[in-house]
């Protein structure tokens, strides 16, 4: 039996200051004495504590706070300077682009074009990216949320086509892009960052198994499990986009294996355009096609009935492929998510989910996305965040001194 393992005077510092940074960075400035009381460490730890802190660079004093009659306290925060991070949402369109300190604050942000394949070399045109949104300093982590997924056996992102992401086929997609921006940088999945957002400001929170299907031009989805994001052995998971479904073509069938088949074609946005265009509905493209159906169902007549019934042939298809995944994944939740949800709203939902009871997953809940603003920048800055903040705090809690006296 092996001996515990005791703390040394070094680690019990180091989770003591990690401790008291996540605080810091929760409740805001705060003096010692308040500090003292939310870690539970003695007045005099705590201003040991502080000392490392400053000293390592990563809180600064913010002013006087007055106290008890003639008494002032001195506050403190963490140093928001410490470290930036940027998130980006590239899509064959544009490159969004958002830089924050530390704290999580938004220092910068930018709206690019995406160029044209010819357009330049892909590092370039990130950086381009990047510097449009005039980070203050130095960053330590950039995380890139895109279409498709970086498969790990070959370090090649899947799951994309060249049309679709020009000049991103390229071998160590992550080593070369870390190497060219001269910053770590993380390549994601546009909807497990979203599922990320949810499961931390949104409709997933406090549900650690749930899936979200994101429903817009094309079909993904992200898988949760145990409250962590469930990519898959060649980073796959979640790519439903081509999943076999009855009534819809497979890749037997003709087209490859980025062809006009499985889910994607039975509910995909062009798919739903064509069939409420059958049902009387028409729109520019799939999302007026859905609104104009959610309009016309909420009143009298023919065009009504028409319309209800097209938007019930919709819910019908979005819900086979979920119930295909709740079938083998067991989730309690499913968070919807994607411009072709936002147009069906609260009407689509429920369709869904009556659809769902009706093929036996009658205890599924089923829910509307809750993120504002882009979900994809907010689930990819929550992840730069955390892993930045790991590095940061952990490597200066390691490596800060003992303050004088200990």
Not at 139 to 156: N, S, Y
Request: proline share 6%.
């Amino acid at each position: 039996m092996k001996p515990p393992v005791h703390g040394t005077p070094r680690l019990m510092r180091a989770i003591n200051d990690r401790a008291a940074l996540r605080i810091l960075l929760e409740k805001g400035p705060l003096t010692r004495p308040e500090l003292s009381e939310l870690t539970g460490l003695s007045k005099p730890t705590a201003f040991q504590l502080l000392a490392r802190l400053q000293e390592a660079g990563l809180v600064v004093s913010d002013g006087v706070r007055a106290g008890q009659p003639g008494r002032t306290a001195e506050v403190y925060r963490v140093n928001a300077a410490a470290a930036y991070v940027a998130a980006l949402d590239v899509t064959p369109e544009r490159i969004d682009v958002q830089v924050a300190d530390i704290t999580g604050a938004v220092a910068g942000e930018a709206r690019c074009p995406a160029p044209s394949p010819a357009g330049g070399d892909l590092t370039a045109r990130l950086r381009a990216a990047v510097e449009a949104a005039r980070p203050p300093g130095p960053l330590h982590r950039v995380v890139i949320g895109v279409q498709g997924a970086v498969d790990p056996t070959t370090g090649r992102l899947d799951y994309a086509t060249a049309e679709d992401m020009p000049g991103w086929q390229i071998p160590d997609l992550v080593p070369t892009l870390t190497a060219g921006l001269g910053v770590t940088v993380d390549v994601e999945n546009d909807v497990n960052l979203v599922a990320l957002a949810e499961q931390a400001h949104g409709a997933a929170a406090g549900c650690p198994d749930f899936v979200l299907l994101w429903a817009g031009e094309g079909l993904g989805a992200a898988l949760v499990i145990g409250g962590r994001l469930h990519r898959g052995f060649f980073g796959g998971a979640g790519e439903i986009g081509y999943m076999p479904i009855p009534g819809a073509a497979t890749a037997r069938d003709g087209g490859g294996r980025f062809g006009h088949h499985g889910y994607q074609a039975l509910a995909g946005g062009p798919a739903v355009q064509d069939l409420l265009r059958s049902y009387g509905v028409h729109g520019a493209d799939f999302h007026e096609s859905v609104a104009a159906a959610v309009r016309l169902a909420g009143g009298t007549g023919r065009a009504a009935e028409e319309a209800a019934a097209g938007l019930r042939t919709v819910a019908a298809r979005i819900a086979l492929g979920l119930a295909t995944i709740a079938s083998v994944v067991d989730p309690g939740l499913v968070v919807l998510a994607g411009s072709l949800v936002s147009a069906g709203g609260e009407r689509l939902r429920d369709l869904v989910e009556r659809e769902l009871r009706v093929l036996d997953a009658e205890r599924l809940r089923v829910l509307l996305s809750a993120v504002e603003g882009n979900p994809v920048l907010v689930g990819a800055m929550d992840l730069a965040l955390a892993r930045v903040r790991d590095e940061v705090f952990g490597h200066a809690a390691r490596d800060a001194p003992p303050a004088a006296g200990r």
